[in-house]
Each structure stands twice: as C-alpha cells, then as structure tokens.
C-alpha cells in the first residue's frame, strides 16, 4: 500500500478500543498516510450515530485500508455484504484491543494488507499475524510482484494457479520484457524467446513449464499453458491532430491504433504532443475519457529525441520539428524504445513507446 496520502480508517467499539485506535491513528500519521478514527458505543463521547455496517459501506468506498480493533467476527459480518473482488477491495485489518495481535483478513497482498499489518503491528509493538501460504512458505508471490512495482495483473484466476503451483512445488515459468533487480525468486524456472520468437527455457535440459508469468506490456501473449500477464504501465501514445479534433474521434482511433499494434491497454500510462497542442480540447477530453496523463514539450525537446523517425516537411514547416507523434512518445517515456511506429488517419497521427522501466523481485 503506498502512503503520501492514502486513507486508513479506524474503529473501535469500547474505551480500550478507541484507545488502541488512538495509538494506530498517531503512528500510522507519522508514517505519512491519512487516518480517521472512529468510536461505536454507548460509552463512547461522540460514538457514531449510523451502524458499523453503514460505516464499513461508506469506508469501502473512499477508503484504502479499514482497520478494525475489534473481535474478527464483528469485522467480518461487518465487511461481508460489500465485497466485490481482490483488484477492487480495501485491505481490511482486525486488530484486538488490547493492541497484542494484528491481523490482516482481506487484501493481504493486492490491497496490501500483509504490508500494512507489519507496520501497524511495529507502532503497537504488537505480533502481525500473516495468514496467507506464499508468505508463510517464503514462495514468491505474483500478486504482491505486480503491486509493489505498481502492474497490472491479468487474469486474477491465473495468479492463483501459480501460487498452487508454487506451493506444490511445481515448475513455474517467468519472462519478463524488462529488467528486473533482486535475487531470481526460489521455484520460478527462467525463460528466454529465442531467435525464432519461440519461448524457451533458459536452461535447454527442461521441459517447458505449464503454467507461468510474463511481464510485458504486450497483448495476447501466452508463452505457458496457464499464463498470468504482469502488465506495467509504461506506454506513452504520442498523439498529433488537426486543430478541432473532436475527443471522441481522437480516443476511438487510439483504442484502434492500441489494439492493432497488441499493446494492452492496461499498459498505456499518457497521451503526449507538441506544446503548440497544450490547449488542444479534443487531446485535453481524449486523456480525459481515457483516464490518462497528457503532457507536451517544445519542438526543441522533440528535435532532441534519440532515434529513427518518420518525417514530415508538412509537420516541420507547421510545427518546427519533422515529426510530433514518435517524437513525442519517445521524449515522454524518457528515452525509451518505439514499439509502433506512426499511423496517420482521419487527421489524427499516433505512435507509440515504451519507458526503460526497472522492476525489482524483492
């Protein structure tokens, strides 16, 4: 769970409760996240006047992380109308209130429940209480992987059979289109495509494993039987346009532009252009209805790009620099490799690049 402004809230139901929470609150806030407490009881000064199941439905919906200094099975009745599924759940904790044992019940790894656990449990000089296999076999778990170098994780059913795999002591594939720091993981088997495009293993007297992981930000990529995608966002679309470009018609051809080149989505992190387009309405709605960063650089910037582009003398008389969609992907993922070359249609050019990202195991 990342800090610098995340929401924990708490809530106790007796004196001895809150103050436990009192505690949480304090040394969770110097660690840098946004704690409100709350008190449920009749003995309670300005205990809640709405249910602690109104208050869990409310948390659930602008909170991160919901700690209960409770028994589990308050928290767990409390929590148990509102859950949808691991990528949209808070992470919830059970704390008891004597302060002795912190438990994570919900989200332990994707949610960062587990994470947050270690630290509450250090504040309260208390015992975390981990319950999930992978941590307490020390196999390496894809879920926590994905989040701590803050990927995506495609699909959700897949990462489980790879933690079965794990903890059954299987063979489990890995690949990975970036570089990643740390010790290689205990029970992962390395992969490597060869010059065919064929996935192999890096140690040619094994069999190829079933079941696996690969961190691209590729689409469609299957190497292993079972596969789960680890899927960075590390995609800048670089976007030229006529002026007047209406947004709709703008965010229509990326999603085509995306899907042709096999770039997923999940990958995609901005939009980027030529400054003289900072104001452009149709580029400013189009990141918009995407969800996406949109930034802009001088031609100079752009002509300061490193590589083979397409050029225009069209765009260079107009804008100052012989091309604005590669150009600009490249500069906005800070150098990084031009994975789908510019396409130009219906006054709309794109193209796209990938940052150097590096990830770490551990």
Request: net charge neutral; glycine share 10%.
């Amino acid at each position: 769970m990342k800090k610098n402004g995340k929401k924990i809230a708490i809530i106790g139901f007796s004196t001895n409760g809150l103050t436990v929470g009192r505690m949480l609150k304090a040394g969770l806030e110097a660690n840098g996240y946004e704690v409100r407490l709350d008190g449920k009881s009749k003995y309670i000064s300005g205990s809640l006047t709405e249910s602690h199941k109104e208050w869990t439905q409310s948390r659930f919906e602008d909170s991160d992380a919901l700690i209960f200094v409770s028994a589990c099975g308050i928290a767990v009745r409390s929590i148990a109308p509102y859950l949808k599924s691991k990528k949209e759940d808070p992470a919830v904790l059970v704390v008891d209130e004597c302060g002795k044992a912190v438990i994570p019940i919900l989200s332990g790894h994707f949610g960062g429940a587990n994470e947050l656990a270690e630290e509450a449990a250090q504040v309260l000089g208390a015992q975390p209480v981990i319950t999930t296999a992978t941590d307490l076999h020390s196999r390496f778990a894809v879920d926590t992987f994905a989040k701590k170098n803050k990927c995506t994780l495609y699909p959700a059913w897949a990462a489980k059979e790879v933690s079965a795999a794990l903890l059954a002591g299987e063979p489990v594939g890995f690949y990975s289109d970036f570089k990643i720091e740390g010790d290689f993981p205990e029970g992962l088997i390395r992969v490597v495509m060869n010059d065919s495009g064929t996935f192999i293993p890096e140690d040619r007297g094994r069999t190829m494993p079933a079941i696996g992981i690969i961190v691209t930000v590729r689409s469609h990529v299957t190497p292993f039987r079972v596969t789960v995608r680890v899927i960075p966002e590390a995609v800048w679309l670089g976007v030229g346009c006529r002026r007047g470009k209406e947004a709709e018609a703008i965010k229509t051809f990326l999603d085509i532009y995306v899907t042709k080149h096999r770039i997923d989505l999940r990958s995609v992190k901005g939009i980027s252009s030529i400054d003289r387009k900072k104001d452009e309405p149709g580029l400013i709605g189009a990141a918009e209805m995407c969800q996406l960063e949109f930034e802009t650089f001088t031609a100079a910037e752009l002509a300061s790009a490193k590589g083979d582009f397409s050029p225009s003398l069209f765009v260079a008389r107009n804008m100052g620099v012989d091309n604005v969609c590669e150009r600009s992907a490249v500069v906005a993922s800070h150098g990084g490799k031009l994975i789908a070359g510019k396409k130009a249609e219906y006054g709309i050019t794109c193209a796209a690049a990938v940052e150097d990202k590096i990830l770490k195991y551990n």
